[in-house]
Every structure is written in structure tokens, then in C-alpha cells.
């Protein structure tokens, strides 16, 4: 099956009831037994549900993998895979990771023990000396938020397999209809499903998916174990979401395109990181790894100005002031005061999270309204 038959059909059966097309919302918590332990395969909502069910095969089939699991939120996604680790294991991640990610790392599980190394992962070779014998799991993400910067995953995953160590990849900001992970080497592959899967910025989902069956049991013991479930309204929301996965995307990348290439262009801007520009700097991997550019794009204007860049954002319309991505209307973030504001001035700077940043995500309107969006606030 093709990717845009499966976002429709993957893994996805009829209801054996009464053929229903679309799986029912199975708001239950429990399940009827004929007899101790006579049942249909379900038994309590927390650990099976038939709707969340659909949707995790639904993310199997969409990302090339054999298993997969549905979280309340991407963060729950996330703790379930840390909780594959120990006291005393270490961790390799990225410099610019997700807010929240490095929030749960950093002020969560170092208290239990666990040691977080952040690095910019672009550079491959930046890992090597950070590895040792305590090193359990690696963690990517690409691109990168807000800069935008992309991670070589198959260098990545041959290091991680030279060195016996679990590799993840946060795949929220590519989604599946532009990079597959697990078929590039990666161990594990993480959604921030409120995000582009469910797409309509209506649900707070995460999902896992990975081939290994041991480490698939691994983490449904853990989901269960743990509780952090989706329940079966927003499931259906999101399997309604991953329907449509493809032809939102490539409407997103598309606007995208014809954005950075304007942005590119107007003498106000400073700079414009999107990895399908030739001028971005990791644009030759991004195009061996990606079948296209995504729907974020960052931009500074050219007086580096707190207050300019704040009018700018307010003077936008049909782009909203807001934090999240991923859905199909335009949004306009400035990390420097919204997302990234727990980060110290310098620190942020450093990766290039300068006052002027404006971070958009691109939405799937008519590209004419969004660059007269644009325009006039720039003007
Ligand atoms: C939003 C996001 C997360 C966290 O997901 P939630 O669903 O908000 O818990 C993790 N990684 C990335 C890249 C995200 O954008």
C-alpha cells in the first residue's frame, strides 16, 4: 500500500458489528465476560479500547512500523519512553530541543537519577565523545524547533547501532508524508499528534511506534502500567485527522514554499530558515532525507527589535498569534517570549533564538491571502 492509501486504509478493519466504515467511539470503560475471563479480547479501557486500537494501527501502517501506541498527550509518549531507562543511564540529545521535552529531561528524571547530555546533533561526530557504557538511548529531533535545523537520522542511527543504544526521533514537525525514521534506522519514532496527525487543533494526542516486538511489549507494559491513555472521543478525532494527513501536507509544504521564496525576497527580511531554501545550511541532507520541506518556517527582520517584531505579530490577521503548529490554519509564534522564554537570554541566542525570530507555521488557506497577511504587516 502507497502512504496515501494508507492514511486511509492502514491497518483499519470495518466494524465487525455492523460493518460500520468509520470505527465507533467506544466510550466505555469496561467489558462484558460471559465468564471469569470470557471475553472478546477487551477487558478494561486502560489497557484496550477498540477505537484507540484503529488509531494505533493507524499510526503503525502511516510510519512503515509493526507496533503502535497512542499517549494522552506527545509528552506522555515521551515519559513512557524514558521509562525505559534506570537510575544511572544516560541520555544524548539535541541543543534545541522542544521546550517541553527538555523540561521533562532536565526537571523531571534527573531527579531520578537519570543524566541528560544536550548537543548539537547535526554534527554526527559531536556524539562520539559523549558515549559510554551508560549511554541507553539517543534522542532526535528534525527538524529542530524553531531553527529549523535537520538531523542526519541514518548517521545517527549507525552510531546508535555501533554502540548498542536505543535511538529515538521526534518525528512531529515532518510527519510521516515527508520522512519515515524507522525505515532510515531509527529504533523509535514519537508524534506530537496534536499536531499535524490530528491537524485540526482540536486534541492533545502523542503516539510511539517502533518494529521491535520485545521492545514493543516493553512499552505497552508501560502504557498500561503507567495509564497515560488517550480516550476514545479524541482518538476518533485524530484517525478523522491522519485521513487527510496527505493532502493537508502537501497543501502545507506548498504554501510553504511559495512563503519562504517571498520572505526570501522582502528587503525587511533579515533571514529566512526553512531546509527547502538552497541557502539553508543542512539543505543537502534535508533533501536526501525528506520528500519535502514541511510547513514551519523562522525568519528574522532586519532591525533586530523587541518591540518592531512584537507590532509585526500583531499587525498579522489571517495568521494567529498562538503557540502550537501542525493545524490546518495559519499560526505565527515568537519564541523568544512564548516558547523559549524559559530559556536565559545568551543560551537562546546562541542557537540563534534572537529577539527579531518569528516562527510561522504555515497553514493549508489560499496562499494569496497569506502573503497579503505578510506583506501588510511588514509594511
Ligand atoms: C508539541 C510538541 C511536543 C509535545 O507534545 P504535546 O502533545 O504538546 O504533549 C513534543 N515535540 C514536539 C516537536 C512538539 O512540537
Known sequence: MKFNTKTIHGGQTHDPAYGAVMPPIY????????????????????THNPTRHALENSFASIENGKHGLAFGSGLAAIDAVIKLLKPGDEVISTNDLYGGTYRLFTKIYEDFGIKFHF??????????????KKTKLLWAETPTNPMLNIVDIKALSKVAKTNNILFAVDNTFATPYIQTPLD?????????????????????????????????????????????????????????????????????????????????EHPKVEKVYWPGLTNHKNHSIAKSQMND???????????????????????????????????????????????????????????????????????????????????????
Not at 29 to 40: E, I, L, V, W
Not at 236 to 262: S, W, Y
Open 184 to 264: 532510515l534506522g531509527a529504533d523509535i519514532v514519537m508524534h506530537s499528534a496534536t499536531k499535524y496527525l490530528g491537524g485540526h487543533s482540536d486534541v492533545v494526542m502523542g503516539a510511539l511506534v517502533v518494529n521491535n516486538s520485545s521492545l514493543a511489549e516493553k512499552l505497552y507494559f508501560i502504557q498500561n502500567a503507567s495509564g497515560a491513555i488517550p480516550g476514545p472521543q479524541d482518538s476518533f478525532l485524530v484517525l478523522r485527522g491522519i485521513k487527510t494527513l496527505h493532502i493537508r501536507m502537501q497543501r502545507h509544504c506548498e504554501n510553504a514554499k511559495m512563503i519562504a521564496d517571498f520572505l526570501n
Open 119 to 132: 548537543v548539537g546533533m547535526e554534527t554526527p561526530s559531536k556524539i562520539n565523545s559523549l558515549i559510554n
Open 293 to 379: 520541506f514541511g510547513g514551519m518556517i523562522s525568519f528574522t527582520s532586519k532591525n533586530n527589535d523587541y518591540d518592531e517584531t512584537i507590532r509585526i505579530l500583531e499587525r498579522l490577521k489571517i495568521f494567529t498569534l498562538a503557540e502550537s503548529l501542525g493545524g490546518v490554519e495559519s499560526l505565527s509564534g515568537h519564541p523568544a517570549s512564548m516558547t523559549h522564554a524559559s530559556i536565559p537570554k545568551v543560551e537562546r541566542e546562541k542557537s540563534g533564538v534572537v529577539d527579531s525570530l518569528i516562527r510561522l507555521s504555515v497553514g493549508i488557506e489560499d496562499i494569496s491571502d497569506l502573503i497579503q497577511d505578510l506583506k501588510q504587516a511588514l509594511e
Open 27 to 46: 466510550q466505555t470503560s469496561t467489558y462484558a465476560q460471559t465468564t471469569p475471563g470470557g471475553h472478546k479480547g477487551f477487558e478494561y479501557s486502560r
